[in-house]
């Protein structure tokens, strides 16, 4: 019963996954065939150049990893957040203050308005 179950479970994740695949590549080529041609003068695509358009910009912006990667991942945060707490008051002025040094502005601060140039 139980195998049975798994069988069942993992066949209804590939069909979602080719599913989402078949939707995603007609809604990309479909967008870029009312799109792209008037505004840029460009070729229509094939579903299949669809698909490697989604393929591509997977690779360019966000690589192979699993995930979210934009707020980093929990267990990340939990660690950073865990040893901020650890710290005592005066190691957190301590990071503060280098961190504050590290992210300084390239540029020095803009003169006051009030002050006569030399």
Request: charged share 25%.
């Amino acid at each position: 019963m139980n195998r049975r179950f798994h069988a069942r479970k993992v066949m209804g994740i590939l069909l979602m996954v080719i599913i989402g695949i078949l939707a995603f590549g007609s809604i990309v080529m479909l967008l870029w065939n009312a799109l792209m041609p008037e505004i840029f003068n460009l070729r229509q695509i094939t579903f299949w150049q669809a698909l490697g358009l989604l393929l591509l910009a997977k690779i360019l912006f966000s690589g192979f990893r699993g995930g979210s990667r934009a707020f980093g991942s929990r267990w990340k945060r939990d660690s950073l957040r865990e040893g901020w707490a650890n710290m005592t008051p005066e190691q957190q002025e301590k990071f503060r203050q280098e961190w504050g040094r590290r992210c300084r502005k390239p540029f020095p601060p803009e003169p006051d308005s009030t002050e006569p140039k030399s």
